[in-house]
């Protein structure tokens, strides 16, 4: 039996996170979302760990997994459900290491199902492949193709993640491919209804 695909939300790429605070409540309120990844870069790490005081409790009184990007000795040290990283961050030894065995470790594998498969034998909690769509978040190192979802889904039982440029309009494919999560930030926060919104065609698409 498959399960259904859900929603991995990536915070903008800056905030003010007393404001942002009561956007994200609304957001979560909305539907399901099984993790909220806090990505702030080149950010000093008072400000992560200011961010992460306001918006942990937020998403954890929610139920959503909270994901702390790059940093696997702060997401530990603040008490984050688990961590992301990339081929260029602490690689995932170190990670789980940092981290311990109950954390979540999810670990960028840009189109290559080689990366994925060794993260996987490695014992990450989830591979993520992308870019899927042009986007403005990030300038992506590769680009893939919606192919190696799929081969992912009949022969791996790691879940897997989608990312880049995804929205409620291009979405669909990736989840008939049988990608486990959509990792979406612009997606979400300038979807033409608002955040809330996005969520809740987010969840009426799976
Ligand atoms: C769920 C998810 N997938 C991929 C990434 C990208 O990670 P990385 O390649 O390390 O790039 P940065 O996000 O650190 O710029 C991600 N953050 N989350
Ligand atoms: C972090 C990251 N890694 C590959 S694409 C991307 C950006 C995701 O954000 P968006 O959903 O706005 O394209
Ligand atoms: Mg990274």
């Not at 879940?159 to 999560?181: R, W």
């Not at 979807?191 to 809330?196: I, M, R, S, T, V």
Request: hydrophobic share 45%; glycine share 6%.
């Amino acid at each position: 039996m498959t399960t259904p695909c859900r929603l991995y939300i990536i915070t903008p790429p800056s905030l003010d996170p007393k404001p942002f605070a009561e956007t994200l409540k609304a957001a979560l309120d909305a539907g399901d979302v099984a993790c909220l990844q806090l990505r702030l870069k080149d950010v000093p790490e008072d400000e992560i760990a200011r961010a992460a005081d306001v918006l942990m409790p937020i998403a954890q009184s929610h139920d959503v997994a909270f994901i702390l990007n790059d940093r696997p000795d702060l997401a530990a040290k603040l008490g984050a459900d688990g961590v992301h990283v990339g081929q260029e961050d602490t690689p995932y030894v170190e990670a789980r290491r940092l981290v311990g065995k109950d954390r979540i470790v999810g670990v960028t594998c840009h189109n290559s199902r080689h990366l994925a498969m060794e993260a996987g034998e490695a014992g990450a909690d989830y591979v993520a492949f992308g870019a899927f769509y042009p986007t403005t978040t990030k300038d992506p190192k590769t680009s893939c193709e919606i192919e190696v979802l799929q081969w992912w889904a009949e022969v791996m039982t790691v879940p897997c993640v989608a990312i880049g440029g995804i929205t409620v309009e291009n979405a669909p494919p990736l989840v008939a491919a049988g990608a486990d999560f959509l990792a979406v930030s612009n997606g979400i926060w300038a979807y033409k209804d608002g955040p809330a919104a996005a969520v809740r065609a987010f969840n009426a698409l799976f």
